[in-house]
């Protein structure tokens, strides 16, 4: 349900490309999808070990020239190695899975040169990561798992390559991202790191 929620805020930003048609612009409209892995950074890499990542947006260009709107979901996996327990907890949990739900919303700008493509982008958001945390039982020698919600602000930026392929761009992407909350009482920052495929969709609704 929870990432249900962050596509369906990406649909939504989807709906204004209705005035795409009336645009000369030749990347108005991308999707975006990708996969890689996120780096922990710092003290970060005190708990988080990189595990692999997805990440699902749009490329909505903004008038004439290479401004662009950048909205992102970032479904990041780690492994998580707890340093103390949470409260209400007395043991710590070792090689457990943490995900992240994040979305940025970004302003970036491209530039094409040919079948390339360069582009910049910095922006901020939120959204919560998902760590798990086990309590033990030893009358029935039973280990319960559930996770915890950590809510947290981010600001990203970062920077890619465009290869177009026709009616697509193939991309590698980097960025810097930065938690203004902590887990497990350090902060969280980390780089992804990714290559995947952006689909023109202006291409696509020009044709109906």
Known sequence: MKLKLLLSLLL????????VKA?????????????????????????????????LGLNLGLGKGGLFLY???????????????????TYTLQKGRAT???????????????KWAFYGFAGAGGGFILTPQASVNTTTLQVTQDNKSNGLGIA????????????????VE?????????????????????IGIKPNLS?????L
């Open 100 to 114: 992240t739900y994040l979305l940025n919303v970004a302003l970036g700008y491209r530039k094409i040169v040919n």
């Open 71 to 89: 909205p992102k979901a970032s479904l990041h996996a780690f492994t998580f190695n707890q340093i103390t327990p949470d409260a209400g907890y």
């Open 174 to 194: 980097a960025s810097y991202m930065y938690g203004f909350s902590k887990i497990q009482n350090r902060a969280f920052n980390t780089v992804p790191i990714s």
């Open 12 to 19: 939504l930003c989807a709906t204004v490309s209705i005035k």
């Open 23 to 55: 645009q000369s612009r030749p990347d108005k409209l991308y999707s975006m999808s990708g996969i890689g892995f996120a780096f922990p950074m710092g003290e970060t890499t005190d708990y988080f070990k990189p595990k692999f990542s997805t990440s």
């Open 156 to 171: 990203e930026g970062g920077a890619g390559i465009e290869y177009n392929i026709g009616g697509a761009n193939l991309f």
């Open 203 to 207: 291409k696509l609704l020009s044709k």
